[in-house]
């Protein structure tokens, strides 16, 4: 709560939460992030592979609605809020698959897409800086 948002300007503070808005055990949990963050920049978080949430029988919402739903969330507490990139868990797709994957995200959703680990985040990085 003393990060954000009147950290000094110089400098990001990097907030990283673990859950989702469509979760009906950590909705909770990723609202207060949120809106107690005051984010100025989303990164959405992906898995391709994965059809259903972790521990329940609810299918992963679209991609698109996910941006949507997460800025319309966010424009609460700031209402400059945007996403600005997809970071993508490959980890448990097929190598050949990946980059395909990627191109198809990018074109879904017009903004940059990586997998962290693989490709590190200078993409999602330009947009932050330009």
């Known amino acids: 709560e003393w990060l954000s ?4 300007p110089d400098h990001w503070d990097v907030i990283e939460g673990q859950g989702s808005l ?10 207060g992030l949120i809106h107690g963050s005051q984010p100025d920049a ?3 978080c992906h898995e391709p592979v994965r059809t259903h949430l972790l521990g329940f029988d ?10 949507d739903m997460n800025v319309a969330a966010a424009q609460l507490t700031n209402p400059e809020a945007r996403v600005v990139g997809i970071s993508v868990n490959t980890s448990r797709m097929e190598p ?17 897409c990586c997998d962290p680990i693989r490709h590190g985040v200078d993409r999602i ?3 932050l800086l330009n």
């Not at 948002?5 to 000094?8: G, Q, V």
């Not at 469509?22 to 609202?31: D, E, I, M, S």
């Not at 992963?60 to 609605?65: A, E, G, H, S, T």
Request: charged share 20%; aromatic share 6%.
């Open 42 to 44: 989303l990164v959405v």
């Open 96 to 112: 050949t698959a990946i980059d395909a994957a990627i191109r198809d995200i990018e074109t879904q959703t017009g903004l940059p």
């Open 22 to 31: 469509f979760h009906p055990a950590y909705a909770g949990v990723t609202l």
């Open 125 to 127: 990085l330009d947009v």
């Open 58 to 67: 609810y299918k992963v919402p679209d991609l698109r609605r996910c941006i």
């Open 5 to 8: 948002p009147d950290a000094a």
